[in-house]
């Protein structure tokens, strides 16, 4: 089993559509990455959480750290929206620390006109 | 925001010759950067953590004589593929963190496409 689980694997959707992709861990984190790539493999960080919620135009990403799971949320979905969403995590105590990132396999986003 | 630039973002080499890859954090100095590798399709994996002054620390089954790594500043990080062979062929970015503690970021690269051929 990975340490990091990502769902779905593949998702079109909408557009406009509202999207909520989801990640489930199981091993002690320090921080919870969302990353986004694109087909070129260029790979932009969305957010980086360690409790609560974050905000940032039209996403959203709340982790549950009792729970080990996070979401991104994508709301009035679009087009250029389309990407490979992955979720990764730092793992360690609340030291945080200089540990590489553990990735989920990631999600194929298509959002269609 | 934080940039890192990493270059080139693609290169064809013949097997058995080496390849250089650098990683810079053009905004700010960053003490540990990390090698990721991606294969189709599949997750990225870490290869490598790459500390300021000190010998970059290899994760299981990636071969230290192979993948050379040397952080020489703190704002550059090379990784050269030495005897590459087509089965290294794959996706290589960088990444850099910036901040400390719970505040800590990551940053990454644009990636590096090599194809041994």
């Known amino acids: 089993k990975n340490e990091v689980e990502q769902s779905p694997q593949n998702l079109t959707a909408q557009e406009g559509e509202f999207i909520t992709i989801n990640c489930s861990y199981s091993?002690?984190?320090?921080?919870l990455h969302w990353l986004q790539q694109h087909p070129g493999g260029g790979i932009v960080s969305l957010f980086m959480l360690s409790s609560g919620k974050k905000k940032h135009g039209r996403l959203i990403a709340t982790i549950n750290i009792q729970e080990k799971h996070s979401s991104l949320h994508i709301t009035a979905s679009h087009p250029r929206d389309s990407a490979v969403y992955i979720c990764?995590?730092?793992?360690?105590?609340?030291?945080?620390?200089?540990?590489?990132?553990?990735f989920g396999k990631g999600t194929h986003l298509i959002i269609q006109p | 925001g934080a940039v890192v630039s990493q270059h080139p973002s693609w290169v064809i080499c013949k097997s058995g010759t080496s390849v250089k890859i650098e990683c810079r954090s053009l905004d700010f100095q960053a003490t540990t950067m990390f090698w990721y590798r991606q294969f189709p399709k599949q997750s990225l994996m870490l290869m490598a953590t790459?500390?300021?002054?000190?010998?970059?620390?290899?994760e299981q089954g990636v071969e230290k004589d192979k993948f050379l790594i040397n952080h020489a500043s703190l704002t550059l990080s090379t990784l050269t593929v030495t005897s590459a062979h087509p089965e290294d062929s794959s996706f290589y970015i960088c990444?850099?963190?910036?901040?400390?503690?719970?505040?800590?970021?990551?940053?990454f690269g644009q990636g590096t496409r090599l194809t041994v051929v």
């Open positions: 091993v002690g984190i320090s921080a």
């Open positions: 990764a995590v730092r793992r360690g105590g609340s030291g945080g620390g200089a540990d590489g990132l553990t």
């Open positions: 990444s850099a963190l910036r901040g400390l503690s719970m505040n800590t970021e990551a940053f």
């Open positions: 790459s500390n300021e002054g000190s010998k970059a620390t290899y």
